[in-house]
């Protein structure tokens, strides 16, 4: 089982930057899809952006596009997303996760195809 670590949430202003990282510890994430996902209170876990095992494919959900950048290192088993321009609406708490499957960008975008989490780091845009 992997267990996952988010870090480098925080206070910013509207406009500043934020550099989100995901260390993944317990097995290798280098054969996997990885994903940031976010969660507001009282709203459904929102897709934000994935990555897949070769960095060669990227999503990214319509709200970030242009942004939000994800990247990797699998040498450390590591995710990152890099948060540019931020908004008031980006605040939420920020999620990073495993897909099920290796190999595999199926369902990319959906909560249910991700079956381990990270405990989440809180961000937060003043407006």
């Known amino acids: 089982q992997v267990q996952l670590v988010e870090s480098g949430g925080g206070y910013v202003q509207a406009g500043a930057s934020l550099r989100l990282s995901c260390t993944a510890s317990?097995?290798?994430?280098?054969?996997?899809?990885m994903g940031w996902f976010r969660q507001s209170p009282g709203k459904e876990r929102e897709f934000v952006a994935a990555?897949?095992?070769?960095?060669?494919?990227?999503f990214y959900g319509d709200s970030v596009k242009g942004r939000f950048t994800i990247s990797r290192d699998n040498g450390k088993n590591t995710v990152h997303l890099q948060m540019n321009s931020l908004k008031a609406e980006d605040t939420a708490v920020y999620y990073c996760?495993?897909?099920?499957?290796?190999?595999?960008?199926?369902?990319?975008?959906?909560?249910?195809?991700?079956?381990?989490w990270g405990q989440g780091t809180q961000v937060t845009v003043s407006s």
């Open positions: 996760a495993k897909h099920r499957n290796m190999w595999s960008v199926q369902g990319a975008t959906e909560v249910d195809k991700y079956d381990s």
């Open positions: 990555i897949s095992w070769s960095v060669s494919t990227t």
């Open positions: 317990g097995r290798t994430i280098s054969s996997y899809l």
